[in-house]
């Protein structure tokens, strides 16, 4: 794992640099993995985070895991994710962002995922969002779901594969101003936009988020997404 933090009531992730993870050739690889607690309240906010992962594994790759509990919530807000690599064998998936388990509520905006994990002798599905319990108040907007590998899909809502933005759309009743758009990242590991990238000045505005991961000011009006 990048950061790994467990039932830590008022936890904030924020403006982390994560990449190059690796392992055995069979490790679960996590740029950053919440696990809450149950039947503690407790909020946590993962935000302004770069994760770039391309393991060489056939294990499970995540870019942002939270695993809650009934009582708590989380905001994830401003995160670029990138999963990228190939799956050798076996069946393990890869995720963007994960959502498993109850809550109370999730919110997540303006946030830039790109997963070109392929198979190349495996079997996975490379999802950039996946949400396996719907259970609790969600939010989700204005990000950018973007998947070009072999195996990849996405989304996955409730107990189905949303192949396209649209069918996730509908399934979810989320991400109404969200795009599917390859956001141009400059490497693998620079999770910088391009200039002309779709997720310049396409996100909303967060309140009491003002500056990016390198403090660098955000628009008041149009941020961009991740």
Do not use: C
């Not at 994710?81 to 995720?95: E, K, M, P, R």
């Not at 192949?163 to 956001?183: F, G, M, N, V």
């Amino acid at each position: 794992y990048g950061i790994y933090v467990a039932n830590a009531p008022g936890t904030k992730i924020l403006k982390n640099k994560i990449y190059n993870l690796n392992g055995t050739a069979a490790a679960t690889i996590k740029g950053i993995y919440y696990s809450g607690s149950s039947g503690v309240t407790m909020t946590v906010d993962i935000e302004n985070n770069s994760i770039g992962l391309s393991p060489v594994t056939t294990g499970t790759v995540d870019g942002i895991d939270y695993f809650g509990y009934a009582a708590n919530s989380v905001n994830i807000y401003y995160n670029s994710v990138y999963i990228g690599g190939t799956l050798a064998s076996g069946s393990n998936g890869s995720f963007g962002i994960r959502k498993r388990d109850a809550l109370v509520t999730y919110n997540q905006k303006d946030n830039a995922v790109h997963n070109t994990r392929t198979n190349s002798g495996g079997t996975g599905v490379h999802y950039a969002i996946y949400v396996s319990n719907t259970t609790g108040t969600l939010s989700m907007d204005y990000n950018d779901y973007f998947v070009s590998g072999t195996g990849g899909v996405l989304g996955y809502w409730s107990a189905t594969n949303q192949p396209t933005l649209t069918e996730w759309k509908t399934a979810s009743s989320q991400d109404a101003s969200s795009i599917a758009s390859d956001p141009m990242f400059v490497s693998e590991t620079n999770l910088k936009p391009f200039t002309g990238s779709p997720v310049l000045a396409a996100g909303t505005p967060i309140v009491g988020i003002t500056t990016d991961i390198e403090e660098t000011s955000r628009n008041v009006t149009n941020p961009s997404i991740g």
